[in-house]
């Protein structure tokens, strides 16, 4: 089986939609595809209803999280997403990502970029806005090459030059609220340095003694070193390891399934989750 837990869909930052993300899912040859948009579960149904034969969907979320200053992800699979706690804190998330990115529009402009509010609204469409939407915007003025050049400090990058806070959930809340909805946490890329600051080990043991399910390892934004420095982490704090693409249609490089999730691992994840269960396309695989 071909496995990958981390995909992203116009319901946020992606540029597929959710139907075209589950059919190129299909045609890279997935077996199994997550689809974890930025805080939202906006694009489940049109997944679901798109799902093509041969290909399991598991619903999820990337949440946008922050602990001692420094941003993480956390990625949600198989929650409830009616349980009414997590999905309170999602919507205030979602509500604070319009009046974030206007603020960070506000301070390109003021470093003498030309960019408008209106150019990264085309952008991010019916999605939820977000960085990358103003990192394209960038890229279509041809102030940066592409849009990770526009994640440094001197750009977008946490703490950088046109940086602007959100609401973020603490990301010991986020594994207690995304548990109490049936559901299982990985860490989302921990040592992408390149990103920015990473949370430290010591905070990653203590969020595994909380709760914690396991960590993304093989990520693009992670070189084979760091790799095997997280599986290492991984077996020592009892945590799942997981592998996905970060797919994000043609705003990054990056291929579905260019990374994936072993089937023993995957495995455990929909056996630990009580909230929802991996909807399987006409005549697909069921997990175990």
């Known amino acids: ?44 149904a049109e997944a679901a209803a798109a799902l093509p ?36 804190e999602r919507e205030l998330v979602r509500d604070d990502r319009v009046p974030r990115a206007r603020a960070m529009v506000r301070k390109l402009q003021e470093l003498g970029v030309p960019v408008t509010w209106e150019q990264v609204a085309r952008i991010a469409g019916n999605g939820s806005v977000g960085r990358p939407h103003v990192a394209s915007a960038l890229v279509e003025l041809g102030v940066v090459g592409s849009v990770s050049d526009a994640f440094v400090p001197a750009w977008l990058a946490d703490g950088g030059r046109a940086y602007a806070g959100k609401h973020e959930l603490d990301p010991f809340d986020a594994v207690r609220l995304v548990k109490a909805a049936g559901g299982v946490t990985v860490f989302a890329h921990p040592l992408a340095v390149k990103r920015g600051q990473v949370v430290p080990e010591p905070v990653i043991a203590r969020l595994a003694a909380a709760g914690l399910d396991g960590i993304e390892v093989d990520h693009m934004d992670h070189d084979e070193p760091t790799r095997a420095r997280l599986r290492g982490l991984a077996a020592e704090l009892g945590l799942l390891p997981t592998g996905s693409s970060d ?24 056996r630990r989750a009580t909230g929802a269960f991996p909807v399987p396309g006409a005549g697909g695989p069921r997990p175990a």
Do not use: Q
């Not at 994000?248 to 399934?257: E, Q, W």
């Open 247 to 270: 797919y994000h249609g043609s705003r990054k490089a990056v291929r579905l399934g260019e990374y994936t999730t072993d089937p023993e691992i995957y495995g455990e994840i929909t």
């Open 1 to 44: 089986m071909r496995i990958d837990l981390h995909t992203h869909s116009t319901a946020s930052d992606g540029t597929d939609t959710p139907a075209e993300l589950v059919a190129n899912a299909a045609a890279a040859g997935l077996d199994v595809v997550a689809l974890t948009d930025h805080d939202t579960v906006g694009g489940h």
């Open 53 to 88: 034969e041969g290909l399991t969907l598991v619903t999820g979320a990337e949440l946008s999280c922050r602990v001692d200053g420094i941003g993480l992800h956390m990625l949600a699979y198989l929650f409830d997403p009616s349980e009414p706690e997590l999905a309170r």
